[in-house]
């Protein structure tokens, strides 16, 4: 049996798709996104015996900087994505250190290191950035 919407389950619809953000639109994922692809490249050198270790918990922290963009975007309000920002933030400092402790253990090259380490603070920038329109937004 086929069921057609009600109206008022239309008006609920259309009323959720005025709060969702597509967050392919959103340059701080882009760039989130990004760096998550550069990770898992570079972790793929690493060695065997991290695989469950420090490869693992890159990947997953960098994975978690732009998931939590993306649930974050498809939250009601501000308040709520404002709490995921903050999230992706916290994976992103993560991230940060992880990727200090490769260079330190060797992992990686100086030279990558750096070039990773650009890119993971700009994405913080970019999300305080965004926290702070966001919040100003808010209050105005």
């Not at 049996?1 to 639109?25: H, L, P, S, V």
């Amino acid at each position: 049996m086929i069921r057609i919407a009600g109206f008022q389950e239309i008006q609920k619809t259309i009323k959720y798709q005025k709060f969702m953000r597509n967050y392919k639109e959103l340059k701080v994922w882009e760039k989130a996104h990004s760096v998550t692809l550069d990770v898992y490249h570079l972790t793929s050198k690493f060695p065997k015996q991290e695989q469950f270790g420090l490869t693992s918990q890159m990947r997953r922290a960098a994975v978690s900087v732009a998931s939590n963009i993306v649930e974050g975007s498809a939250r009601k309000t501000d308040k709520e994505f404002i709490q995921f920002l903050y999230i992706a933030l916290g994976s992103a400092n993560e991230l940060d250190y992880q990727l200090f402790l490769a260079k330190d253990l060797t992992f990686i090259t100086e030279e990558i290191y750096l070039d990773a380490d650009k890119n993971i603070n700009e994405v913080k920038r970019m999300l305080n950035s965004f926290i702070s329109h966001l919040s100003n937004a808010k209050n105005n």
